[in-house]
């Protein structure tokens, strides 16, 4: 389904129903979200607030399509002006979504085992911008694919340099750095293409302060850019320096 949205507008979410099937508990459902509708424009933060459990990460979720909605709409404008109903949208269409529009800062970094911290930054660009495919060339020279990644490679060391990721740790996986480390290569990894959709759950949940102020930095350069935020942040301080607005789960 497709319609125009109101110019500005980025994301346009309607009266979104969204219930759990507990399977072990015999079909039991478990409602979650019930009616939810907000609005987020192009420069815009808004920050969903409210008690645990209330479904501000399972609302992140159906954003991103790790979640089917059960009822309701979820616009996306598109770069082309479009609106998108991602409710409605093929496995396709998410795939093509989620390389270039939107991206997804999760609380807790989720990465390929034994790739490096550098690579894991690096690929979310790659799959942004992959290696043009030249007509008639030879199917086994890799070396406009290695330029894609040297390219992909430069953004991501400039991003963990700035995040005070020790050099140290980019060539390994992140799996055994510690809880600050691994949030930073995911957000790193959530900053490292310009998206449409910036969607952040806790993403300053296990920083320092100075790596607290620097991931406040990225949010408003991303608004500045153009980018709609939805975020959760528990830490007042970051969401005053963010938000425009809060949405509250109640
Ligand atoms: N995959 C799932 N299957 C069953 N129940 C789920 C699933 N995901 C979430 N829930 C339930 O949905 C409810 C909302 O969870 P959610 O993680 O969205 O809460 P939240 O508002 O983000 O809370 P917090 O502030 O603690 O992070 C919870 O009761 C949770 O147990
Ligand atoms: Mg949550």
Request: glycine content about 8%; proline content about 5%; hydrophobic content about 45%.
């Amino acid at each position: 389904m497709k319609r125009d949205l109101d110019l500005d507008l980025v994301l346009d979410v309607r009266d979104v129903h969204k219930h759990f099937t507990l399977h072990l508990r015999g079909g039991l459902q478990l409602p979650v979200l019930r009616g939810v509708s907000l609005q987020v424009a192009g420069g815009e933060c808004v920050a969903l607030v409210g008690p645990s459990g209330r479904g501000k990460s399972t609302l992140m979720k159906c954003l991103y399509g790790s979640y089917a909605v059960n009822a309701g709409a979820l616009w996306l404008r598109r770069g082309d002006g479009e609106g998108l109903d991602l409710a409605s949208a093929s496995p396709q269409t998410w795939v093509a979504m989620r390389r270039r529009e939107i991206a997804y800062v999760s609380q807790f970094l989720r990465a390929l085992p034994r790739q490096a911290a550098l690579d894991v930054v690096a690929e979310r660009r790659l799959q942004a911008h992959p290696a043009e495919v030249i007509e008639g060339a030879d199917p086994l020279d890799d070396g406009p694919y290695l330029a894609a990644l040297d390219t992909a490679r430069d953004a991501a060391r400039l991003l963990l340099a700035r995040l005070n990721l020790p050099e140290s740790l980019w060539g390994l996986p992140p799996a055994t750095f510690s809880g600050g480390e691994q949030q930073r290569v995911n957000i790193a990894r959530g900053f490292v293409e310009p998206a449409r959709l910036l969607l952040l759950d806790e993403p300053t949940a296990s920083l320092d302060a100075g790596n607290r102020r620097i991931v406040i930095d990225l949010i408003r350069e991303a608004k500045a850019a153009g980018a709609a935020v939805v975020g959760i942040f528990h830490d007042e301080e970051v969401r005053d320096a963010v938000a425009d607005r809060c949405v509250h789960f109640d």
